[in-house]
């Protein structure tokens, strides 16, 4: 199983790294897919380009066997739309079986989100529980799950809600703190903030 962990990361930074290491032990993924998003369609337009994005990405993977830099939507002109970008997927993955990561922030929205219905039709949905936000358990209701195993034995596609431990980070509070030069450094990779500072990012 393949696990598809979609965002800005703007920057990339160790709350992203401990989400996506606890959900490839929690249900057993083969591998999990950085796939940062050129234009977005539910969020503001990134502060960082293209370019010094992937390369943070590169750099705080770049020791995990089982993470991979997903660029598919960096390649495409125009927005990115994760109906379009799960259907290239399977293309290019056939015969595997597609995992997308959610926060249940982003879940709760999914319903706003283009085609939701085949997008669950392509992939499981992994959603991780944040103690502040509520599930909408109405949201495609027939299809929750409570067991990882399940998904490995389902013939339709099936969301999971998954208790994580949360990590404090934030790209947000991480980028005013960079711009401020007070950054923690323990919430970046020391590569990556290495990246920032040499290439005087976010000041």
């Known amino acids: 199983m393949i696990g598809i962990f979609g965002g800005t990361f703007d920057p990339i930074h160790?709350?992203?790294l401990h989400v996506?290491?606890?959900?490839?032990?929690?249900?057993?993924l083969?591998?999990?897919?950085?796939?940062?998003?050129?234009?977005?369609?539910?969020?503001?337009?990134?502060?960082e380009?293209?370019?010094?994005?992937?390369?943070?990405?590169?750099?705080?993977?770049?020791?995990?066997e089982?993470?991979?830099?997903?660029?598919?939507?960096?390649?495409?002109?125009?927005?990115s739309y994760m109906v379009?970008?799960?259907?290239?997927?399977?293309?290019?993955?056939?015969g595997h079986t597609i995992c997308l990561i959610l926060g249940a922030d982003a879940f709760n929205q999914i319903k706003?989100?283009?085609?939701?219905?085949?997008?669950?039709?392509?992939?499981?949905?992994?959603?991780?529980?944040?103690?502040?936000?509520?599930?909408?358990?109405?949201?495609?209701s027939d299809h929750w799950v409570e067991a990882s195993a399940s998904l490995g034995d389902s013939t339709e596609s099936?969301?999971?809600?998954?208790?994580?431990?949360?990590?404090?980070c934030s790209s947000t509070r991480i980028r005013d703190m960079l711009e401020a030069q007070t950054a923690e450094i323990q919430c970046l990779h020391p590569a990556v903030y290495e990246y920032i500072q040499d290439h005087h990012l976010y000041h």
Not at 31 to 44: E, G, K
Not at 84 to 94: E, M, N, Q, S, Y
Not at 158 to 168: A, D, K, Q, T, V
């Open 158 to 168: 099936s969301i999971l809600p998954l208790e994580i431990n949360e990590n404090p």
């Open 112 to 140: 706003g989100w283009k085609s939701p219905r085949e997008i669950l039709r392509l992939a499981h949905l992994i959603v991780c529980r944040r103690p502040e936000v509520t599930l909408d358990n109405a949201i495609f």
């Open 14 to 16: 160790n709350g992203h």
């Open 30 to 47: 083969d591998q999990v897919h950085f796939l940062p998003c050129a234009i977005p369609v539910h969020r503001s337009v990134p502060y």
């Open 49 to 64: 380009s293209a370019e010094n994005r992937l390369r943070m990405i590169e750099l705080a993977i770049a020791n995990q």
């Open 84 to 94: 379009d970008t799960l259907r290239d997927i399977k293309a290019g993955f056939p």
């Open 20 to 28: 996506a290491q606890q959900v490839l032990d929690l249900v057993a």
């Open 66 to 79: 089982k993470f991979r830099l997903n660029t598919l939507e960096m390649r495409r002109d125009g927005k």
